[in-house]
């Protein structure tokens, strides 16, 4: 073990157990090194969002990625800037030839369905483009990004959220063809939301979608059949869905950690050739923060959320390597980026909206939000058949 003070490293004596796994390591405030192939740490593009690259975000609750979703469409330097109008819920994210470089909440609405996870998007969205887009566009690369953010204490502003009144109702959960019933996933409330539950409350529902959310959104749910729980091993029902979340992490062209703003900003910007006008920043105070969080609702949520800790922890240490790769193939530091290499740049002159301008809003009640239903291969191959027929 080294503590570092900037570039100056000291051994210093490790005494704590020794980690065999990821779970273990969070525990001690660790992170365990991974091996990883080359290709899945060297990660740049040269894009071109005039022409085929189109950049889809997966958006999971809780992670910070309302305002980095916001970022995409206010803050990136870009030839075809988003043209955003005030009162409206959604900005023109299109090339002059009226092609979408940009699926967000905030550029295309909720497309795929309120909170789209891999298993919806996957199924939604090369159809959805090939209908709302001019037929010249023969060719498109998606590159998928998205956010984590530390289990804990993203399952406990899930908490402090719905506890405000979000409920989430309205997403589709869609898997292989249909909707999840309420069989499936019966809502843990009675009424119109579950405002004021207590944290006992939250944390015993056992169809609580917020368990392990990062894991289920990030995986293929059509290898554990969906949201059908009949006769399924569920122990090896999450191995499954663990395993196929860092899969498809690992081919996602970036995601963010939420605790390392400063780092994910450096990646985004060397794996795009991207630059944001105005560097993130971390939130200074979050309701998390102002939590009085006891040891045992600590180890009751970590109980309840043993796969997101184990692929944040995956995670992790795969953003960490790619930073350190970026660093090495720059030929500086984060830090060196952020005191002189960025900065002798030309500065980009436009008003960014401040954080403010835009506050969190409620994800299910607007009316640009209200959803019809998507082309998804199953409905587009049913119709295609009606119509041979």
């Not at 498109?140 to 984590?148: K, P």
């Not at 949520?301 to 043993?306: I, M, N």
Request: with cysteine.
């Amino acid at each position: 073990m080294y503590s570092c003070n900037g570039s100056l490293c000291l051994k210093s004596p490790d005494l704590t157990p020794v980690a065999y796994s990821d779970f273990e390591a969070f525990l001690q405030g660790k992170v365990l090194k991974h091996k990883f192939n080359i290709s899945a740490i060297d990660r740049v593009f040269e894009l071109d969002l005039e022409d085929r690259d189109i950049l889809i975000y997966l958006h999971i609750q809780k992670t910070g990625g309302a305002a980095f979703g916001r970022h995409l469409v206010h803050n990136l330097d870009l030839t075809s800037k988003c043209m955003c109008e005030p009162e409206k819920k959604k900005c023109d994210c299109t090339t002059k030839n009226k092609k979408y470089w940009l699926l967000s909440r905030h550029s295309t609405g909720w497309v795929c369905g309120l909170h789209a996870d891999w298993t919806e998007l996957n199924d939604c969205v090369d159809e959805w483009f090939k209908k709302n887009e001019p037929p010249t566009r023969t060719q498109r690369r998606y590159h998928y990004i998205t956010f984590l953010r530390n289990p804990v204490n993203r399952f406990l502003s899930e908490w402090q959220h719905v506890k405000r009144g979000a409920t989430w109702k309205a997403v589709r959960l869609h898997c292989n063809g249909r909707d999840a019933t309420l069989d499936e996933v019966p809502f843990c409330f009675s009424g119109s939301d579950w405002s004021g539950v207590s944290f006992e409350e939250f944390v015993s529902c056992q169809h609580n979608l917020a368990f392990n959310r990062m894991t289920r959104m990030l995986s293929n749910l059509s290898k554990i059949n969906c949201y059908n729980k009949t006769n399924r091993n569920e122990k090896l029902a999450g191995e499954i869905m663990l395993k196929s979340a860092k899969e498809n992490l690992l081919n996602f062209s970036f995601f963010g950690i939420l605790e390392e703003q400063e780092k994910t900003q450096f990646l985004f910007e060397n794996t795009f050739g991207i630059r944001f006008i105005e560097s993130l920043k971390p939130k200074p105070i979050t309701h998390v923060s102002q939590l009085n969080i006891t040891r045992a609702m600590h180890d009751a949520v970590v109980d309840k959320t043993r796969l997101d800790i184990q692929l944040y922890q995956f995670a992790k240490d795969l953003f960490l390597q790619r930073v350190e790769s970026m660093e090495a193939h720059l030929g500086y530091t984060v830090e060196d980026y952020f005191n002189s290499a960025r900065n002798s740049a030309k500065k980009v002159e436009k008003v960014v909206p401040k954080e403010e301008e835009f506050p969190e809003e409620n994800e299910e009640t607007e009316e640009d939000d209200k959803q019809v239903q998507y082309p998804s291969k199953a409905t587009v191959n049913a119709l295609d058949s009606k119509a041979k027929r």
